[in-house]
Structure formats: C-alpha cells, structure tokens
Nanobody, 121 residues
Framework: QVQLVESGGGWVQFGGSLRLSCAAS????????MGWYRRAPGKERELVAI???????IYGDSLKGRFTISRDNAKNTVYLQMNSLKPEDTAVYYC???????????????WGQGTQVTVSS
C-alpha cells in the first residue's frame, strides 16, 4: 500500500558527504512522519532522524550538526544530508514513514529496503 524507494547510498571517504533520498508512493491519504534509521554490522537498529508533517525534527544521539533531514511534502519525499562522515556511520540506512492509506483507518509504519552507506578511513 505504501512503497518507499531509497537512493543515494554508496561509498565515501572519511569526512565526505552523501545525500539520501526516499520517495513514498501508493494509495497514501496522509503522511505523519518520515525519516531514517540505520543498522550497523553487529549492532541494533538506531534512529538517525525523523521529520514530522509540521517539520519538527528529531535526531539520533550525536548526529545533529552533521546530519540534516528535510522533507518535500508535495513529493512525499524525505532527504538526509550527511556531512563529515565517519567510518562509524557505515551502515544500512532504512527509510521509514508513518502513513495513513486510502483504505486504512489508522496510521501504520512502513519501511524501505535499505541502502548501504560505507565510509572508509
């Protein structure tokens, strides 16, 4: 009912930058929040950043200042600008949205397939 298509992952050297994008499509009535989580090898999934429909933002610990989340409501797209990347940022980054679909009666969570980000030292 909701498809999330991520793009922009890849390989970058220490201190470099990447920009992730995620577009939501489907029978969407409204989107409450969009954002990103990540899972590094051997670690649990953690919050990267969330942005609500009113542009309130929440960042994971120590990421604000290096990462910036933004959103284009008209395109149902969320972006993550990642600067000053470190090897410890290496992870699979998953797009997330909490949305109400046309045939639904409550908000539900949806996830993308994930995009790999690798930062070399």
């Amino acid at each position: 009912q909701v498809q999330l298509v991520e793009s922009g992952g890849g390989w970058v050297q220490f201190g470099g930058s990447l920009r992730l994008s995620c577009a939501a499509s489907g029978t969407i009535r409204s989107i409450n929040a969009m954002g990103w989580y990540r899972r590094a090898p051997g670690k649990e999934r953690e919050l990267v950043a969330i942005i609500t429909s009113t542009s309130n933002t929440i960042y994971g610990d120590s990421l604000k200042g290096r990462f910036t989340i933004s959103r284009d409501n008209a395109k149902n797209t969320v972006y993550l600008q990642m600067n000053s990347l470190k090897p410890e940022d290496t992870a699979v980054y998953y797009c997330y949205t909490r949305a109400l679909v046309a045939t639904g009666s409550r908000l539900q969570d949806y996830w993308g397939q994930g995009t790999q980000v690798t930062v070399s030292s």
